[in-house]
């Protein structure tokens, strides 16, 4: 199923959320037959974020609630019903940990080994699709929507919480989308970024600027926290679309009063666009 118009999309992103703390992205993914090879921003960008409401796992399991470069993955599993699909979306934030102040709670050994047809197995869903590994780049949260603890089991040998659901999706696996694309996704939350660290940022033609929340390795899987400072000669900037770096003088609060706008760059970083 393909969108005919912006407004459409618009609406199909904004009606379509069922259960969503918060949200983030994702197009180019590995595995087998039943994978799905790419999903809407919007669909993962709900996924991703809603783990903030599993910062109470972090307090509970053990994780850290220092954010900066935390390793995290998702399972995103579709399952086709008659007249009605639905999306649930899984993500390890919060558990996984080998000591308490771990960074990581979604070791490489393990996810290395994950096979989408066996997860859509477990699931019992029609298909499935392994997004990540991604790392958060704020600081902290004060606000992820008021949502409670999640429903947390074992998939493929890792723990992860079940953080959103979504329908309708539309038919079929695959569902595109495109970088530098902005898309709203309803969300109240707050992501807070501490004075005298980095924060980077597209600026878009109009001069809207979009910081980034997670940076990925779906892509390129050697990037990390310091090369983001360089990034800006590295995208494929569309025109008009600028990159820049900028260390804080004072914290700045990201807010998404009920709607966040979101894009994605190339390598499937994340951004979302700064009140003004």
């Known amino acids: 199923m393909r969108f005919d118009s912006a407004a459409r999309y618009d609406y199909f992103v904004l009606q379509s959320i069922e ?12 595995g087998g037959q039943t994978v799905v090879q790419r999903i809407g921003l919007v669909l993962v960008f709900c996924a991703a974020t809603a783990v903030m409401a599993s910062c109470a796992n972090a307090q509970t399991h053990g994780g850290s609630t220092d954010k900066r470069d935390y390793r995290y993955c998702e399972v995103l599993a579709i399952n086709q019903q008659p007249g009605k699909s639905i999306l649930q979306a899984w993500n390890t934030s919060g558990y996984n940990q080998r000591t308490p102040d771990s960074r990581d709670s979604c070791p490489e050994q393990q996810w290395a080994k994950f096979d989408a047809a066996a997860i859509a197995q477990q699931l019992h869903a029609t298909c499935a699709l392994l997004n990540g590994p991604h790392f958060w780049v704020y600081d902290s949260v004060k606000q992820s929507g008021g949502a409670a603890s999640k429903p947390a089991m074992e998939i493929g040998g890792l723990t992860f919480a079940l953080v959103a659901t979504v329908s309708p999706v539309p038919e079929g696996c ?18 807070h970024y501490d004075a005298g660290k980095p924060v980077y940022e597209l600026v878009s033609p109009s001069g809207d600027v979009y910081v980034m929340q997670s940076y990925s390795r779906i892509v390129d899987k050697t990037l990390k926290l310091s090369d983001l400072a360089g990034l800006g000669s590295v995208l494929q900037l569309p025109g008009g679309w600028s990159y820049k770096t900028e260390t804080l003088t004072k914290p700045l609060d990201l807010v998404a009063p009920g709607v966040a706008f979101v894009t994605t760059d190339n390598l499937d970083d994340a951004y979302q666009r700064r009140l003004k």
Do not use: L, M, N
């Open 19 to 30: 259960t969503c703390a918060g949200a983030e992205p994702g197009r180019r993914y590995r």
């Open 174 to 191: 695959d569902f595109g989308s495109t970088p530098y694309q902005v898309h709203p996704i309803k969300r109240k939350t707050i992501w």
